[in-house]
């Protein structure tokens, strides 16, 4: 039989159990639907974290107050049980290999500016802090240039918070009202979005030594120190690690780590929860082939006359097993490219409404749908074929 016989046989046969069809459709594209869009949704997910953590580069270490004494997993993002200080802080800014030191303190406040207020996250920093984070000035100036433990009544502003308090009305020079404080703004930022859980428009950066007034603490969040050479990465961590356990009476309280290590730890978990989700989905694709099991040997039992009457005009066995296997092949084809351009079409739509996060689905992850779809229908469609195949033929046309 020529292939082009068979594939128009096929489809014939297709075409005469429309609702039997339908349902093996249905289901393979709901499979593949399944596995290209969780993949796509966790892919996602994983380049914003990473995007989220990229910012910084790889020549930052950052210092937090507290101490993961196990080995492996992630380090605390918050918190110790004892503080980091500026002393800390400028102790290790005169280490070698340092460019600069950026210590932080954050905390939220409501920022009032006649008869307008905003609650706003407020990050006391110094002109390092722009620096490692890439922040742009849009208007003005940034903070200025003083000894990290001297405050001033000085602010700049993200763009979002500008506009909520002051809308179309310029605001450098403006004095804005904070939990009993004040300060006068000498910049506004461009337009930098969100890195590290931090919403640069809608912040308001102090001198840090401000910021240590207005909340009434002596810790910091964080320091981050910018390091000369990246060959020297590994040699200051350790230097900074000893300073720190002198200044803190032989106790090593603090954890230092690079982003090379966060995004390393990050991207690991989170392949592995891509991986996880795209087998979840695969468990639909195994559903899938068992339908095409079933409805295929239903298919067998309906069609024993037809069998019978193949061969005998002469068909094969072979030919037999042939063209009821690649009837399940050409529905799990149509099914999976189906589920591949539905989940291609929520993937498009998802990144209209969150332009934020970049849903898209790996090509391997398609390309391993489309194989494994494929794959389920050779399977499970060979015993009903094999089965179909081995009829006698006088028996099926009786």
Same mark, same amino acid.
């Given at each position: ?10 489809l014939r046969s297709l075409s005469r159990q429309r609702f039997r069809t339908l349902m093996q459709l249905i289901a393979m594209a709901i499979g593949v639907f399944s596995v290209v869009l969780l993949t796509g ?205 002198? /200044?803190?009476?032989?106790? =090593?309280? &603090? ?6 290590? $966060?995004?390393? @730890?990050?991207?690991? #978990? !989170? ?22 099991m079933n409805m295929t040997l239903i298919s067998v039992s309906q069609r024993t006359a037809e069998i019978g009457l193949l061969k005998a005009?002469?068909?094969?066995? /072979?030919?037999?097993?042939? =063209?009821? &296997? ?6 799990? $084809?149509?099914? @999976?490219?189906?589920? #591949? !351009? ?57």
């Amino acid at each position: 039989m020529r292939l082009q016989d068979q594939l128009l046989f096929n489809l014939r046969s297709l075409s005469r159990q429309r609702f039997r069809t339908l349902m093996q459709l249905i289901a393979m594209a709901i499979g593949v639907f399944s596995v290209v869009l969780l993949t796509g949704l966790g892919e996602g997910g994983r380049q914003f974290v990473m995007a989220e953590f990229s910012v910084l580069g790889k020549d930052i270490l950052i210092i937090l107050p507290g101490r993961k004494e196990t080995s492996g997993g992630m380090p605390p993002l918050t918190g110790g049980t004892r503080d980091i200080t500026l002393q800390d802080a400028q102790a290790l800014s005169r280490l070698r290999n340092v460019d600069g030191i950026a210590p932080l303190v954050v905390g939220k406040a409501e920022v009032n500016f006649s008869g307008r207020s905003k609650e706003s996250l407020i990050i006391g920093a110094n002109p390092e802090f722009f620096i490692m984070r890439h922040l742009r000035i849009q208007q003005g100036q940034g903070l200025l240039q003083i000894e990290i433990d001297q405050a001033r009544p000085v602010c700049v502003i993200g763009p979002e918070l500008k506009k909520e308090l002051f809308a179309a009305q310029p605001a450098l020079g403006k004095w804005l009202k904070m939990a009993g404080s004040r300060c006068r703004i000498v910049g506004i930022l461009a337009n930098s979005g969100t890195g590290l859980g931090f919403d640069m428009n809608n912040a308001l950066i102090i001198p840090v030594a401000s910021s240590m007034q207005l909340f009434d603490t002596q810790g910091l969040f964080r320091v981050m120190i910018d390091v000369h050479s990246l060959a020297g990465m590994n040699k200051l961590s350790k230097e900074v690690e000893r300073v720190m356990q002198e /200044r803190h009476e032989g106790e =090593l309280d &603090v954890t230092v780590i690079t982003p090379a290590s $966060l995004l390393s @730890a990050f991207d690991d #978990i !989170l392949a592995v929860l891509t991986v996880a989700i795209s087998a979840i989905g695969g468990i639909s694709l195994f559903v899938a082939g068992v339908l095409i099991m079933n409805m295929t040997l239903i298919s067998v039992s309906q069609r024993t006359a037809e069998i019978g009457l193949l061969k005998a005009l002469g068909a094969s066995s /072979r030919q037999v097993r042939i =063209l009821f &296997v690649s009837e399940a092949l050409i529905l799990c $084809l149509a099914g @999976a490219v189906l589920g #591949i !351009l539905s989940a291609e079409v929520l993937l498009w739509l998802a990144r209209q409404q969150f332009s934020d996060l970049l849903f898209i689905a790996p090509w391997w992850a398609s390309a391993l749908a489309l194989i494994v779809a494929l794959t389920c229908g050779l399977v499970f469609a060979w015993l009903p074929a094999r089965r179909a195949a081995n009829l006698p033929p006088v028996e099926a046309l009786r």
